[in-house]
């Protein structure tokens, strides 16, 4: 893999992972936080990168299960050694098991023909020309979503 390739891929995953970081208790979004920037200065060489991109790719999975596992539960340390030297076997594990009912989905997906959207009213590209723009202030959209029901 290229080199802008896998910058590419680590801020995709960094950005998914920054918007999940919301559904941990904040005493963890500040560790975390931290991982982040470490993470961010690990890129020098494609050996850092590459392994900066397990590490993020790691952090995902744990955020898709709301919990964080060591060593991702205190201060990154000063220089990252590939991911497999530092979680045990135990907890990688423990993750991958936890997320196998997050991947449900693809098994399902597999069995569904694709078919072309037809859109009623307005396509998404032309959303913003179907709003009404206001002669003074701003437009403003919100997303919002909660894991209450889980």
């Known amino acids: 893999m290229g ?38 200065q690990t890129d020098k060489n494609k050996e850092q990168k590459e392994i900066r991109n397990e590490y993020v790719w ?8 709301k919990k964080l596992r060591e060593p991702f539960t205190g201060v990154p340390p000063l220089e990252l050694e590939p991911l497999r030297d530092i ?7 423990e993750v991958m098991v936890a997320n196998d ?5 693809l098994e399902k997906s597999k ?3 694709k078919r ?7 396509a998404p590209s032309q959303f913003f020309k179907s709003m009404p723009i206001p002669n003074a202030g701003v437009i403003c959209y919100l997303s919002a979503f909660s894991d209450r029901g889980n």
């Open 116 to 122: 072309n959207v037809q859109f009623r009213g307005t």
């Open 111 to 113: 069995g569904i023909s």
């Open 58 to 65: 790691f952090i995902l999975l744990m955020l898709q299960c």
């Open 3 to 40: 080199s802008t390739q896998l910058d590419e891929n680590f801020f995709y995953n960094s950005m998914l992972a920054k918007a999940m970081v919301q559904m941990l208790p904040p005493n963890d979004r500040k560790v975390i936080r931290l991982w982040f920037d470490k993470l961010m």
């Open 101 to 105: 009912d997050n991947m449900d989905w």
């Open 87 to 93: 979680v045990s076997s135990k907890v990688y594990e």
